[in-house]
């Protein structure tokens, strides 16, 4: 891959046409974008909740727009976790749009992820493990242990179900590279985050750097690239200076081989 196609925007915003936008911006240098939760919901409420009819079916012809952009370039981040039943449901009705990826999260366990797999279509699942925001006292309360056990634990059911890849916080990634039966996984990282950049809500984070040479395949970035600091310039020069340094990254990484 290019460098740049190792870069995710995260679409964190509420409004599709705001996404439409950041998408015809920064689509020739980035990989792929997400959709998540935020944006999912708010597209439909535009479609259901609207009291106008002539408000809703404009709302749907920019939702269409949207998604006809995003073919070939979407990570659809919608989190699915519920009984197997369900789950394997949802992904029979996620794999009509075609998503390149998509995602669930590996606590609703084996036999639900099994069901995702089964019915994912062309598209790629992703397991996501123990969430970035999540400090280490808050994941010990929430999973019973050390957040870096319960991402292995977890990321070995995700390869046990047929998933395709998993999501971690960059701070598990030399210990997941470590572990052989894993090398076919996919890593995906949130939690990335440029010297540059604030921290945001995000606890377990490195740079795209260090993250790279950690064993990153993937990086999902939002504000920094969508929102940089001034001195920084435009998001595309933002998205450039990400992708040189991953560049940059990736040619140690393949010298010290």
């Known amino acids: 891959m290019e460098a740049k196609d190792r870069v995710i925007v995260a679409l964190d915003v509420d409004d599709p046409e705001k996404a439409i936008g950041i998408v015809e911006q920064l689509g020739p ?82 036999e639900a992820m099994m069901a995702v797999v089964a019915n994912k279509g062309q598209s790629l699942v992703l397991a996501v493990t123990v969430l970035t925001s999540l400090e280490e006292n808050n994941a010990h309360l929430i999973f019973g242990g050390p957040s870096k056990a319960k991402v292995l634990q977890l990321a070995r059911d995700a390869k046990l179900a047929g998933c395709d890849g998993i999501i971690c916080s960059p701070q598990e990634l030399e210990l997941l590279g470590k572990q052989k039966e894993l090398g076919s996984l996919l890593k995906v990282t949130p939690g990335v985050r440029p010297e540059w950049a604030a921290a945001g809500d995000q606890k377990r984070i490195m740079t795209p750097a260090e993250a790279i040479k950690a064993g990153a395949d993937y990086l999902v970035i939002g504000r920094p690239i969508i929102n940089p600091p001034a001195e920084i310039g435009t998001p595309i020069d933002a998205a450039k200076k990400i992708a040189e340094e991953i560049a940059t990254a990736s040619a140690t990484k393949e010298a010290k081989k």
């Not at 597209?43 to 909740?49: K, S």
């Not at 981040?77 to 998509?102: C, Q, R, W, Y």
């Open 29 to 110: 240098y980035v990989g792929l974008f997400k959709v998540g939760l935020q944006l999912i919901y708010a597209i439909f409420a535009g479609l259901v909740a609207s009291p106008i009819e002539d408000v809703a079916v404009c709302n749907l012809r920019i939702a269409r727009r949207l998604f006809f952009l995003l073919k070939g370039k979407l990570f659809l981040d919608g989190k699915l976790h519920d009984i197997p039943n369900t789950m394997g449901g949802s992904s029979a009705e996620v794999a009509k749009i075609e998503p390149v990826m998509f995602n669930l999260h590996a606590s609703a366990g084996i």
